[in-house]
């Protein structure tokens, strides 16, 4: 075997639904549990007591957090499905769930695989529009807090569409399609109270979710932040910081391989192929579901 080299042999499944694994069943139903909560929220908020709404809120901004890192994450690299409209459809249910659009966080996240989190160049500009180091000084990462709070506002769409027009291969209606979708569940959350008789104008409902919305996405950037913050960009085996507490791994789907998931993603030959395999192997004697944690 050629040392600068890991191949990983892709699971495969009998399966007439899903594509890899049977086992996709399982991020399959967390990511529609996820989006039935989400409705959940909606129809009991007018008969819940606010510290009760507050306790769900919160709870449904750790689901983004799981949702985009782990079930999200996952789809990504391995659609579930056989069935392409099925794996579609699965996007737009993630999409309303987590009031993003899946198709789009896929190109977000596939740069963040070209730039592994990458230094300024001489420009000052980075690959992964994530990278950690993309609004820091002097090539330092930058602050938590800032990374955290601010990047859900800085996603550049117009950038993001231009990787999709590029695959040519319906993602960007299938990403201005999801937005439609969540832009329009939350239009008639807001107009419709779901009481019977039903009223109209649920502003109170739109006040308490928009800043969970917005509060569940930033936990999602502080994941990221720290799956990355103390790496080396310039190492392909230290690209990201790995996690691998068993709880952790299980609530957000083996997303806390990261380091491994990040070079063996990468198609580039390993700085040193042995260290590689005794890291990957070393970590994978604890994996459950094996392909859950190397995400090819
Ligand atoms: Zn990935
Ligand atoms: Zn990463």
């Known amino acids: 075997m050629n040392a600068d080299v890991i191949r990983i042999e892709r699971p495969t499944t009998s399966s007439k639904l899903f594509a890899h694994t049977r086992w996709d069943a399982i991020p399959t139903a967390a990511g529609l549990f996820h989006l039935a909560y989400l409705l959940g929220l909606y129809f009991v908020f007018p008969h819940t007591p606010l510290w009760a709404m507050l306790v769900l809120g919160f709870v449904y901004s750790l689901m983004i957090n799981a949702n985009i890192n782990g079930v999200g994450h996952n789809f990504i690299h391995n659609p579930f499905f056989r069935s392409g409209l099925l794996n579609r459809l699965f996007g737009v249910t993630q999409s309303i769930a987590c009031c993003f659009s899946q198709t789009m966080y896929d190109a977000v996240h596939m740069q963040h695989h070209k730039g592994n989190s990458d230094r300024q160049d001489e420009n000052g500009d980075t690959i992964d529009w994530l ?166």
């Not at 960007?172 to 939350?186: I, M, Q, Y």
Request: charged fraction near 15%; proline fraction near 4%.
């Open 131 to 296: 990278s950690i180091y993309r609004h820091g000084d002097d090539g330092e990462a930058e602050n938590p807090w800032s990374y955290v709070f601010l990047s859900f506002f800085r996603d550049d769409v117009g950038a993001i569409r231009k990787e999709l027009r590029k695959r040519n291969n319906g993602d960007d209606f299938w990403g201005k399609l999801e937005l439609a979708a969540f832009a329009t569940t939350l239009l008639v959350m807001t107009i419709v109270v779901p009481t019977n008789p039903i009223h109209f104008i649920n502003w109170r409902f739109i006040l308490f979710f928009l800043p969970f919305w917005y509060l569940g996405h930033c936990f999602s950037y502080l994941n990221g932040y720290y799956r990355h913050y103390g790496a080396n960009p310039e190492k392909p085996i230290a690209w990201g910081v790995s996690s691998y507490g068993k709880i952790y791994n299980w609530l957000f789907f083996y997303n806390g391989y990261h380091a491994e998931h990040h070079l063996l993603s990468s198609k580039s030959p390993v700085e040193s192929g042995a260290l590689a395999l005794q890291i990957f192997f070393e970590a994978s004697a604890q994996f459950f579901f094996f392909r859950f944690a190397v995400l090819l």
